[in-house]
């Protein structure tokens, strides 16, 4: 018998929150359809103004954050607030010193798209030449790893799974540094030169294309391989990356081509989309964030945010159409469809297009 998926719910392991600011501290309720949901990695972003993506997670601790849109290092109890708390079915924002833009202005929009690890438990792994501490969900085919460098190019580090991740997303923690993000599906025609299936950097931080500055070198089946750059791996300072696996049915990774029409490509993912990140490859172009959520889940998908970008929301623009088990595009800006060119995504499921059982999901 065929496995379809060993996921049938996948509001088990991501969710979208949208939630609406008060002011003062505020605990946030998740209302995933699996019942409760503890976050483990949590990233916020204010929708009704310009204030930046900030992301938390269970193996830095609370109040420690990262900001996608920029190289900053990590801050603790960020002046314009931070999460206080992680619940057994949500979390907690307060204000910080200035106030509470980035996550709990009084009146304004908010969402928060969450993934669950492990709960916070973490392990000591040693299978790189650099220790790593990982929280590891194998099911869901993601891990938070966190280690220090030692600025020696081709210094490996353990990432908890026992076949190679399809993404890593690494940053600097202490002192600025670019986000990383390397995948071997960036593109398909190995734009950046080498083998085609050598990973890929780009950076969350940027809308530079695909470089070859090699970064991450190499995700191998226990560790994945860096270069010496501050950005991944500054002598005696504090790193995190996140890890991530295709699962059937929950999750999927890879890259388009545009046709520049508004009939454009459709892209098989294997289920109902949750949450969609696509960034051009081969061109400079915003990272761009969709949900079920925001939309309220009506095709066609318009309501953007950008991960390299603090921008406020940007709506009612049609751009996609999520499908029972992919997405089409429906535009053909250089953003998103240009002719030719070549988009990296990041996908995660409401629903597998069929479930464990061989039962078919509903069309949206």
Request: with cysteine; net charge negative; glycine share 10%.
């Amino acid at each position: 018998m065929a496995v379809y998926t060993t996921i049938d719910d996948p509001t088990a392991f991501f969710h979208t929150q949208i939630y609406t600011g008060t002011g003062s501290l505020n605990s946030i309720t998740n209302d995933a359809s699996s019942g409760n949901f503890k976050p483990d990695w949590l990233w916020i972003k204010n929708r009704s103004a310009g204030w930046s993506n900030i992301l938390f997670d269970s193996s830095r601790g609370t109040g420690k954050s990262l900001m996608s849109d920029s190289t900053d290092a990590e801050v603790t109890n960020n002046s314009r607030g931070y999460v206080s708390a992680f619940g057994t079915d949500g979390f907690t924002v307060g204000a910080g010193s200035a106030g509470s833009d980035q996550v709990n202005t009084n009146g304004q929009n908010y969402v928060a798209w969450q993934w669950k690890c492990n709960g916070g438990t973490t392990s000591s792994n040693s299978n790189g030449s650099i220790t790593s501490t990982v929280q590891v969900n194998t099911t869901a085919g993601f891990s938070i790893v966190l280690y220090t460098g030692n600025e020696t190019s081709g210094a490996t580090v353990g990432h908890g799974f026992s076949s190679a991740p399809d993404v890593v997303i690494g940053k600097r923690r202490v002192g600025t540094g670019y986000w990383i993000v390397s995948s071997n599906d960036l593109d398909a025609q190995g734009t950046t030169g080498g083998s085609p299936d050598a990973p890929r950097n780009m950076y969350f931080n940027s809308t530079d294309q695909a470089q070859s500055d090699k970064i991450v070198r190499a995700i191998n089946a226990t560790t994945f391989e860096i270069s010496n750059s501050n950005s991944m791996n500054a002598n005696t300072d504090a790193m995190v990356a996140y890890c991530f696996k295709k699962v059937q049915g929950y999750s999927h990774f890879g890259h388009y081509e545009g046709n520049g029409d508004d009939d454009g490509p459709f892209v098989y993912t294997g289920f109902k989309p949750a949450y969609l990140m696509i960034k051009r490859s081969d061109g400079a172009n915003s990272w761009y964030i969709f949900d079920n959520k925001r939309d309220d889940y009506q095709n066609p998908v318009s309501d953007i945010l950008e991960s390299n970008d603090p921008a406020a929301e940007n709506a009612n623009t049609p751009r996609l159409d999520y499908t029972a088990n992919g997405f089409k595009m429906r535009v053909s800006p250089n953003a998103l469809n240009a002719d030719g060119a070549t988009y990296f995504y990041m996908a995660f499921a409401e629903s597998p297009f069929v479930s464990s059982a061989g039962v078919p999901t509903t069309a949206k």
